[in-house]
């Protein structure tokens, strides 16, 4: 069974810091593209950040220079660091797997930035 387990969000004061990680199961971590992706309320799910099993990284402008994505394969978790935090980056984050087609979800993790 796949399970991928968000955890580290909460509430922040723009211009904080959040790190959120995502524990994965289930899946041969090491071969598959680990992504964040965000959903603001009334928005559509967002593309965050991407890294590949080679360690390619995709970042979307939104957040570049701002969000740090890695991941440790020993560990089977991927990070998203989010720094410089501002309300429009209040939403539900959600951890992605991929490989070969396959496709799996965590259940989210909300962040919420005050102003």
């Known amino acids: 069974q796949v399970q991928l387990v968000e955890s580290g969000g909460g509430l922040v004061q723009a211009g904080g810091s959040l790190r959120l990680s995502c524990a994965a199961s289930?899946?041969?971590?090491?071969?598959?593209?680990m992504g964040w992706y965000r959903q603001a309320p009334e928005k559509q799910r967002e593309l965050v950040a991407t890294?590949?099993?080679?360690?390619?990284?995709n970042i979307a402008d939104s957040v570049k220079g701002r969000f740090f994505i890695s991941r440790d394969n020993a560990k089977n978790t991927v990070y998203l660091q989010m720094t410089s935090l501002n309300v429009e980056d209040t939403a539900v984050y959600y951890c992605?797997?991929?490989?070969?087609?396959?496709?799996?979800w965590g259940q989210g993790t909300q962040v919420t930035v005050s102003s």
């Open positions: 890294i590949t099993s080679g360690g390619n990284i």
């Open positions: 289930g899946i041969i971590f090491s071969l598959n593209t």
């Open positions: 992605n797997a991929a490989w070969r087609g396959l496709i799996n």
